[in-house]
């Protein structure tokens, strides 16, 4: 069986003994899935649901996913086999410990002079905020189903996500809009200065409905790679929910110089977790971990066109199912294993 890319640098690392990174193939990030409402996930056990657009933003660049429960315990072992890490939006959540870790073992592998990349969409940009300075992040903001410039600042310009951007792209997010906004809570340019955010850079601002303005681009400071961005790139290209009366279910953009922009981020943090050089320890075991074949659900629309819905108390079930099994194979191998070494005598 020939190998995949990504098994061939993990071989030759293993051989040759010094850090590699995956210059061909497909790095594979995980994402957190969300406690949602059962009654809009169509159950009445609960569930968590990860958005499909999403998944599509980091597949169009090239990238592979994991999804990962946000109340997951297991995440030692998987932290150490992906390449990075996509916090996605949603409702008003505090980062959940497993986030925490994923920002620790990020900071971690950075000190170490390796990487492991870190991206945040509203929600996720918010937790990257709060995981360090709770307070600085308010629900002031008045930014919902809106599309605003991004006014990008001075750094900008020498920042690792926008050194190298097309013009076309820049232009886009000062001129064009193409930046969608849905959210209450932000984080005021000026919380930046505090001591708890000093590893947070702000590169771009943006301004609420109601003239306030608000952090809307920001990475890591001195390498360290995080990055965040306030708005919904990914709702540009992979969302087209139409309400009812024939109308657009968000006023995301869905032209040219929305998915060039789109196109750009998805491309640019794809390529950061290139440089990443951890990986599963089997093909078979990414295979079961990846999202193919997951179960999705269109409940969610019109404002997600499709999502990967997880229904707890039903993988619960299932859980303790295979618990059982497990435990019924342990005692008939522990049985066997018993006869064996102690037969049965012959009746004489």
């Given at each position: ?37 059962p009654q809009s996930c169509g159950s009445s056990s609960s569930c968590e649901a990860l958005p499909a657009s999403y998944v599509r933003f980091i597949e169009s660049a090239g990238g592979e996913v994991v999804p990962v429960r946000s109340t ?170 139409l309400l009812p009366d024939g109308q657009p279910a968000t006023a995301a953009k869905h032209g040219p110089d929305a998915i060039a922009t789109t196109q750009f981020f998805a491309n640019f943090f794809v390529q950061q977790a290139r440089l ?73």
């Amino acid at each position: 069986m020939s190998l995949r890319p990504r098994w061939s640098a993990h071989l030759a690392l293993c051989v040759l003994g010094f850090a590699s990174h995956i210059d061909e193939g497909s790095p594979i990030i995980g994402m957190f899935s969300l406690p949602a409402d059962p009654q809009s996930c169509g159950s009445s056990s609960s569930c968590e649901a990860l958005p499909a657009s999403y998944v599509r933003f980091i597949e169009s660049a090239g990238g592979e996913v994991v999804p990962v429960r946000s109340t997951t315990s297991d995440m030692a072992e998987l932290l150490h086999s992906l390449n990075g890490f996509l916090f996605t939006g949603g409702q008003d959540l505090d980062p959940p410990p497993a986030a925490l870790r994923v920002l620790e073992h990020s900071r971690r592998m950075f000190e170490a002079d390796q990487t492991f990349p870190v991206w945040g969409t509203c929600l996720g940009f918010e937790w990257l905020v709060a995981a360090m300075s709770p307070k600085s992040l308010t629900p002031t903001f008045r930014a919902e189903n809106v599309n605003l410039p991004v006014h990008l600042l001075p750094d900008a310009a020498t920042s690792r996500l926008f050194a190298q951007a097309p013009t076309r792209v820049l232009k886009a997010l000062e001129f064009q809009n193409v930046a969608f906004n849905s959210h209450h809570r932000g984080v005021s340019p000026a919380e930046f200065l505090r001591p708890e955010l000093k590893d947070l850079k702000v590169l771009g601002t943006s301004f609420d409905e109601d003239g306030q303005e608000f952090a809307s681009v920001i990475e890591g400071a001195a390498g360290l790679p995080w990055f965040g961005v306030q708005f919904h790139p990914e709702k540009n290209a992979f969302e087209h929910g139409l309400l009812p009366d024939g109308q657009p279910a968000t006023a995301a953009k869905h032209g040219p110089d929305a998915i060039a922009t789109t196109q750009f981020f998805a491309n640019f943090f794809v390529q950061q977790a290139r440089l990443s050089s951890q990986s599963f320890k089997s093909e078979a075991e990414e295979a079961s971990r990846l999202i193919y074949g997951h179960q999705t659900s269109r409940v969610f629309q019109p404002y997600f066109d499709e999502a990967r819905v997880h229904y707890i108390l039903q993988m619960l079930r299932i859980c303790e199912a295979s618990q059982r099994v497990r435990d019924s194979e342990r005692h008939a191998a522990a049985v066997l294993r018993d006869q064996s070494l102690f037969p049965r005598q012959r009746p004489t």
